[in-house]
T-cell receptor, first 115, second 114 residues
């Protein structure tokens, strides 16, 4: 939907397990982002990538890891080191990470529940 | 780094009335100001944006105003309808600023009362 596909929509994991969230885009966008959304917290940036094989930590990167081996794909791994992993995760992309008027396009999100 | 404050956190208006959501920012280098709408359980979607060289932009019932001197911008929705109920996020883009240059406000939950 909108060129960005996140899967799965709902994900359940046991505490202590790593889990990987998928994000694929066919918009030919250079920049990709992962945000975490909690009630009342807005959108908090986890990691972003402005180009293949390069990525940067956002505001809340601890306990997460990413890779950007292909332009179309930016998977996020939630590791067992993340203390409060239960949240709604949104992937997004932009045509360019540096073009000021390049709006973000979001995927439909993955709701992760860890028990 | 940039700091974006968004108010109010919750706004309830009668159907047909107007709604105004305000954001202030700290970095005078910010030059692009988008607004996103997120319906319950869905992804945020861009509804309107404004560049720093423009003071106002309108799209049907939605308008955004920007005051660069005071560093604030506002979203105005007129003749509100039930489908306007959602969470609205403001954001700023600041060239060369921290992370990737985008900073979001914490959101406003707009409730349209029938």
């Amino acid at each position: 939907d909108g060129g960005i596909t996140q899967s799965p929509k709902y994900l359940f994991r046991k505490e202590g397990q790593n889990v990987t969230l998928s994000c694929e885009q066919n918009l030919n966008h250079d920049a990709m982002y992962w945000y975490r959304q909690d009630p009342g917290q807005g959108l908090r940036l986890i990691y972003y990538s402005q180009i293949v094989n390069d990525f940067q930590k956002g505001d809340i990167a601890e306990g997460y890891s990413v890779s950007r081996e292909k332009k179309e794909s930016f998977p996020l791994t939630v590791t067992s080191a993340q203390k409060n992993p239960t949240a709604f995760y949104l992937c997004a992309s932009r045509r360019s990470g540096t073009a000021y008027n390049s709006p973000l396009h979001f995927g439909n999100g993955t709701r992760l529940t860890v028990t | 780094g940039e700091n974006v404050e968004q108010h109010p956190s919750t706004l309830s208006v009668q159907e047909g009335d107007s709604a105004v959501i305000k954001c202030t920012y700290s970095d005078s280098a910010s030059n692009y100001f988008p607004w996103y709408k997120q319906e319950l359980g869905k992804r945020p979607q861009l509804i309107i944006d404004i560049r720093s060289n423009v003071g106002e932009k309108k799209d049907q019932r939605i308008a955004v105003t920007l005051n660069k001197t005071a560093k604030h911008f506002s979203l105005h929705i007129t003749e509100t309808q039930p489908e306007d109920s959602a969470v609205y996020f403001c954001a700023t883009y600041h060239s060369g600023g921290g992370a990737d240059g985008l900073t979001f406000g914490k959101g406003t939950h707009l409730i349209i009362q029938p």
